[in-house]
């Protein structure tokens, strides 16, 4: 292999390595306050504010799964530690027996209220201290191109 294909990188391979680094302090910096704050991984605060968000609270597991990208066996562990907290409940689907819906509970509710209020000051101290009002709107928009974002995903 070429020294030269080692040593250089296109500026695409550059942006992702930037991508990679970024997300990997952002995540491991707000997961560790979830967890000392909430005792929430970030993961299950994403599940209980898709819930919070969804009609009715609830959404089918196999739909929540696809959103937060776990798999089926994935989701199914998160959600089993939320329901021994109380914080999610199952509910059969009365017209599809192979239906499982995961509710949001109101303890389920209170809580994501009380870590988001936290949760969204941190995002706010994170990229608010380095970022001025243009340039995030700047990145979310580039992002948005790369990733699925929201409006995508709500038609799939």
Do not use: N
């Not at 599940?47 to 609830?58: D, F, K, S, T, W």
């Amino acid at each position: 292999m070429s020294s030269q294909v080692l040593t250089q990188q296109s500026s695409a391979a550059d942006a992702f390595v930037a991508l990679l680094q970024a997300h990997a302090v952002a995540t491991r910096k707000l997961s560790g306050q979830l967890v000392d704050d909430h005792g929430l991984t970030i993961s299950d605060y994403e599940v209980l504010l898709r819930l919070a968000r969804a009609p009715e609270r609830r959404m089918r597991r196999v739909d929540l799964a696809q959103r937060v990208f776990l798999t089926p066996s994935g989701i199914t562990r998160l959600l089993d530690g939320l329901e021994r907290g109380g914080l999610v409940s199952r509910l059969a689907c009365p017209s599809d027996r192979r239906v499982i819906w995961a509710v949001l509970t109101d303890d389920g509710v209170a809580k994501v209220e009380e870590a988001s209020r936290s949760h969204f000051a941190q995002i706010e101290e994170l990229f608010g201290e380095r970022l001025d009002a243009d340039e995030l709107g700047r990145l979310t928009e580039l992002l948005s191109r790369v990733g699925p974002g929201e409006a995508s995903e709500q038609g799939s």
